[in-house]
Structures are given as C-alpha cells and as structure tokens.
C-alpha cells in the first residue's frame, strides 16, 4: 500500500521495483523491540557497528522464522499445554461422558480424548492421525498449514485444534485463524515456560470440536459469547504479566531447571473446563 508520507511511499515504491526487476518476494516481517536490541539494529542509529547482525553474526540467528515454538523451549511449551488438557489424575477436558444408571446418556460424547503433537511429517497424513490436534509449525510454516487445517477441519468437525506459534509473520495466518478460533489470546514472553529471551509473544488458539448434546437449543459456538470474551480477557490478562505467577528471578532460562518445575500455570485447566 502507500503512506500518507512521501518518503516511506518512496521506500515502499523501491521495493516494489526490485521485486518487479529481480523476481523476489521481500517480506516485512515485525518484530519486537527487544530483539531489535539484541540483533544490533537498535544501536545503529547510535553508530554502533560490531554488535549483533553487524559484528558479522547471520541474520537467522536472531530471527528464528524456521523454529517452531517447542523446538525454541526445549519442549517447556508442549509440557505446558499438556498440563492444562489434563488435570492431576489424567482426565481430558473433553473426556467423554459415563453412563449414568440404567444406561442414560449423562452428556456429551468426544470421539476421542488424546490431544497429538502434530510433527511436520503428519501434517500431510492427517486422515491416518486419531485424536485431537497440537499445531505447533514455525511461523514460515503457517500459510501452508493453515490450508491443511482449514481441510481437516472441514472433514472432521468433531475434534478440537490447538495453535500454540510465536508471534511472527502474523500476515500469512493470524486473520484466517482468529476467525475460526473460539478462544485466543497471547502469552507474552517472560513465563516460565516461554522466557524474556523469546523476545515475541506466544500466540495461542483453540478451537472447540463439535458434538451432541441431547435437548440443547444454543447457542451453538462460545465464539464472541459475552461469557467467553471475558475469560479470554482474564486470561489476557494474567499472560501479560506472566512474573506474577512465576519466578522472577528465573524469567530468562533458556533450558528448563528440574529443581524448579512447578505448576504455576494449572488454572488454565479449570478455567477451559468451567469453559
């Protein structure tokens, strides 16, 4: 697009002209001011030139476009989410229902209470994959598995997706996705399974299977439901302080300490089963 300035319209007509000349496709990817900092670019403006991208360091090293959120944790955001799926003795938010006596139906039935971690090798194999799904794709990724998901999704209405992604390259995915999420909210870097070296939030969205419910007359998603909106704002809220419910002094870790594992964060699963 253009700008009401004239100089950023000239810069954004430039880039255009070299993809038009040279056949490329530049992206313009935001990213946070932190990372600006530990990059170097922020000390340019300083006349700063041995620190970071311009002490010769690569560029991808500090923009991981090609790693997905558990591979940057060293698995604390996959434990985290099974944490909140499960309770203390193992039961699935969407385990199914009992029978009650004489064999009624008590509720609801899920046809299966497994969440799968999707790896990048079932992504293309999703008929064969039982259970819920746990998207978690580098943000590179994300154009192309919002294509695969948005056909599963279609082909199997009645199980449920998790999104957990860093907060990059948000142009390819995040308006598709928050439009088909019943609930998503950010967890800002400083948890004590997503550190302050993380720089960009998380980026996590869930979205409900469907299924029965005998006698029910709606409404028939939570979407935007004045009930939902204010759990997404409590738990907006809680995430962007994540030091209040966890360990100050340990925000910037980057490999898990086992001494210090804890379940700071367990209330999630309440608040999805109250949900």
Known sequence: GYSSSSKLSSIIFRLRMVEKET?????????????????????????DFVEGMMGGVSPWEYIPLNEDAVQRSHGRVLDWVK?????????????????????KDEGERWESESLKHLEAEDWFRL?????????????????TVMELF?????????????????????????????????????????????????????????????????????PWTVRDRPDTREFVGLLDT?????????REEFLNLERPMPSLQGNDFKWTWNLLRKL
């Open 150 to 218: 948005a056909e599963d999704h279609l082909v199997n209405p009645h199980l449920a997706h998790v999104f957990v992604v860093p907060r990059l390259m948000t142009y390819f995915w995040r308006k598709h996705l928050f439009k088909d999420a019943d609930i998503h909210f950010y967890v800002q870097a400083g948890a004590p399974f997503w550190p302050r070296s993380m720089h960009e939030p998380l980026t996590v969205a869930v979205i409900f299977p469907l299924s029965y419910v005998s006698r029910y007359e709606g």
């Open 23 to 47: 056949g490329c496709v530049l992206h313009v990817v935001h990213i946070a001011g932190t990372r600006m900092k530990a990059a170097g670019i922020d000390g340019l403006s300083r006349q």
């Open 83 to 103: 944490e909140w799926w499960h309770d203390e003795e193992g039961e699935a938010w969407c385990a199914p229902w009992k029978l009650g006596k004489g064999g």
């Open 127 to 143: 008929h064969e994959i039982k259970g819920h799904r746990l998207w978690t794709p580098p943000p590179a990724a994300m154009e």
């Open 238 to 246: 809680e995430y962007r302080r994540p030091s209040d419910n966890g």
